[in-house]
């Protein structure tokens, strides 16, 4: 989805966010370990404790570093979060909200970064016209698209399948290969996107049991 839209711009926070619960949540949510993520990102164990504690703020060439060790943008890494709340409440305005190339389709991430890779999901309002057109993503992925409002056509594989759904409707679909969602209707359209990938998946559970079998066999 990065390759076919645009960011908006956001107003600034008057103070630095902190950023270490963000960190150790993606960086357990791959199963590394400090030192792992030290090796991968360049940046030394200790400054990764630091940061993690919130003990110190990252420039932003270390929060470079690290978004690219665990395949996130530097933005995912300055998300506010209140304090001691059990329930993190997300403002609408601090949602992160995306525009497709043709500015015709709005979409709102509503997915939480730690599950970003595994599972994520979008709100999507179309304007008459407005398409998202996509290139393959990882073999394995699969999006399920429910429409809330309108009408939206979608548009997966090589061949070009197409089917048009109305309200309430769900299509399923291979998103490993191009795919699109389009409005060729008259009236504006609003839809919900969930999007899995097994072999993601599949990959971290792999990774999850290679790292139980270094654990055992040091244990040894």
Sequence with gaps: MRSAV???PTV?????????????????????TLDELARSSEVSKSVLSQIERDRTNPTVGTLWRLANALGVEIEDLLRSKPAGQRINVVDEHNTPVLLSSDRRCTIRIL?????????EWYEMRF????ALVSEAHEPGTVEHLTVLDGQLEVESGRNRERVRLGLGQTARYRADQPHAIRNPFKDRACAIVVVTSTSIAAARASSSRSASRRAAAKGD
Aim: charged share 25%; net charge positive.
């Design 6 to 8: 645009k960011a908006k």
């Design 12 to 32: 600034p926070s008057a103070t630095p966010p902190k950023v270490g619960y963000l960190l150790k949540n993606l960086r357990q949510s791959r199963h590394l």
């Design 111 to 119: 997915g939480p970064i730690d599950l970003t890779g595994r599972v």
């Design 127 to 130: 304007k008459p016209s407005g």
